[in-house]
């Protein structure tokens, strides 16, 4: 099957499988995929022009709502920790569409840039797990809500296991099975516009950067931050498609809109996934999501980093 815009020819059934493996492991801690699939596209179907950062965030309007519904129907959402993220990376994510097309436009730059951001993801989620990132009151909540899922099948129902305690320009706090977190309002707004930037730039919405700095960083429960993080990247990834695609006319030397075909396929993909991948991670332990998270993370950033030294 051949997609205009972006000018691959691939077996049609490829795109949606590959966004469900995906989308199946990395939904469980906060991240749609995307920052995964935007390395297929680009070195496995040759998709290299500022549209496969469209197409990427095209994914996760497809996406991720399946993700979220799922959290939300188990009490899994930190709604002020959403609507924070929201308010800081949406003007950051159109600003970042802007770098992506003035600056960055050609792979080669682009692949320097993503693998630097993906290290210092990864480096930052190892260098927690090595200190004992279970550790502390996130990891007593989380082994908590462990046992309540090994003892009755399922959390949330009846008893919303997230409890807002307070939501004001200064704070956020909640409590999550007897513990309670908290961080500060504005300190989240400033993270959230410049990963903004950064996701904007690599077409991901941000997820990827966020969740695993809430959980590294912040402390807080893996399983409260992926609602939070899934929904944030929807709402930019909105604005993201319709940014880029507004901006396409401009840019007549350029393919710069989404590719709407590719990036259906791998998002109706990835909506099967981020739905399994939510009903599934409250049965993994939190650690075993933060290395597979870590992992992954390094394993992309090393092979492009690497490709970019042996063309040295």
């Known amino acids: 099957m051949h997609f205009q815009t972006s000018g691959v020819e691939v077996f049609p059934l490829l795109p949606p499988l590959v966004a469900f493996v995906v989308s199946l492991f990395t939904s469980m801690g906060g991240v749609s995929g995307a920052f995964l699939l935007l390395p297929f596209q680009m070195s496995v179907l040759g998709f290299t022009s500022p549209a496969v950062s469209a197409t990427n ?84 909540a989380e082994q908590r809500f462990r046992e309540l899922v090994r003892g009755f099948g399922s959390a949330g129902g009846a008893a919303r296991p997230v409890e807002v305690q ?7 706090s909640y409590s999550f099975y007897g513990e309670t977190f908290s961080f500060p309002t504005a300190g989240v707004f400033a993270l959230s516009l410049v990963v903004g930037i950064v996701g904007g730039i690599y077409g991901i919405g941000g997820g990827a950067i966020i969740a695993p700095f809430f959980v590294a960083v912040l402390g807080l429960p893996v399983y409260t931050v992926a609602g939070a993080a899934l929904m ?80 040295l």
């Open 57 to 140: 965030q095209l994914f996760n309007v497809v996406a991720i709502p399946s993700g979220v519904a799922r959290y939300m129907r188990e009490g899994r959402m930190v709604w002020p920790l959403t609507w924070v993220v929201i308010v800081g990376t949406l003007p950051g994510v159109l600003l970042g569409a802007l770098v992506r097309v003035r600056f960055l436009p050609d792979p080669t730059a682009f692949k320097v840039f993503a693998g630097l951001v993906l290290l210092w993801i990864g480096a930052r989620l190892v260098r927690d797990l090595l200190r004992g990132g279970g550790a502390g009151a996130a990891g007593a």
């Open 166 to 172: 307070a939501f004001n320009l200064r704070r956020v």
């Open 232 to 311: 944030g990247t929807f709402v930019t990834s909105v604005a993201g498609v319709a940014f880029y695609q507004a901006i396409a006319p401009f840019y007549p030397e350029l393919a710069v809109a989404p590719d709407w075909g590719l990036g259906l396929l791998f998002g109706l993909g990835g909506a099967a996934g981020m739905y399994c991948g939510a009903r599934l991670q409250k049965h993994l332990p939190a650690k075993a999501i933060k290395w597979m998270l870590a992992g992954v993370i390094l394993f992309v950033a090393g092979s492009y980093l690497l490709g970019i030294f042996r063309l």
